[in-house]
Antibody
């Protein structure tokens, strides 16, 4: 059974760096094709894709946020970390991490999601 | 950057058919995927690769495609289908992911 859980600060001050950790179980990020992605959702608004990291350390980023995002993985700990620099109140959102295996449903498809973590950016 | 467009809302009565569209220039080249999200919950994949249904998803959920538009169809809508539905795809080169703005399905 695949599970993912997001963790990190609930409150961040503007201009600070937000660091979120996704801890997962039920799969290995060293398995060919597997990926973990981050998606966020501002309150009452739509989903927004942020980044994805693959088993081979290939990384993809949202073009609009590329300069502010860094995604990394620690395969031994079953964790993926997303760092977002220079935060702003508009970054207030629920942040989700999610599992992807192109062999299952296709590339970039997120078939299992964490519960999400709400991050507020405010002074 | 690339975008896919959904109607903000769709309303149907129980037992009727709901159709939610998603339009984008790259949809003839890139697959579309559909997620259902209920309040306070994470999204759930209901359609992948335009027309395929994951195991465990009711048969009343189906997908179709025509040119630059893909459609999620829910036949015999039930009250439990009331949710937000999101279309997901990629730019023409497959470099990044885009989500539509979401469609709120209301069951009258």
């Amino acid at each position: 059974q695949i599970t993912l859980k997001e963790s990190g600060p609930t409150l961040v001050k503007p201009t600070q760096t937000l660091t979120l950790t996704c801890t997962f179980s039920g799969f290995s990020l060293s398995t060919s094709g597997v990926a973990v992605g981050w998606i966020r959702q501002p309150p009452g608004k739509a989903l927004e894709w942020l980044a994805v990291i693959y088993w081979d350390d290939d990384k993809r980023y949202s073009p609009s946020l590329r300069s502010r995002l860094t995604i990394t993985k620690d395969t031994s700990k079953n964790q993926v970390v997303l760092a977002m620099t220079d935060t702003d109140p508009v970054d207030t959102a629920t942040y989700y991490c999610a599992h992807s295996n192109p062999a299952n449903y296709g590339d970039y498809v997120f078939d299992c999601w964490g519960q999400g973590t709400l991050v507020t950016v405010s002074s | 950057s690339y975008e896919v467009t959904q109607p903000p809302s769709v309303s149907v009565s129980p037992g009727q058919t709901a159709r939610i569209t998603c339009s984008g220039d790259a949809l003839p080249k890139q697959y579309a995927f559909w997620y259902q999200q209920k309040p306070g919950q994470a999204p759930v994949l209901v359609i992948y690769k335009d027309t395929e249904r994951p195991s465990g998803i009711p048969e009343r959920f189906s997908g179709s495609t025509s040119g630059t538009t893909v459609t999620l169809t829910i036949s015999g809508v039930q009250a439990e289908d009331e949710a937000d539905y999101y279309c997901q795809s990629s730019d023409s080169s497959g470099a990044y992911v885009v989500f539509g703005g979401g469609t709120k399905l209301t069951v009258l």
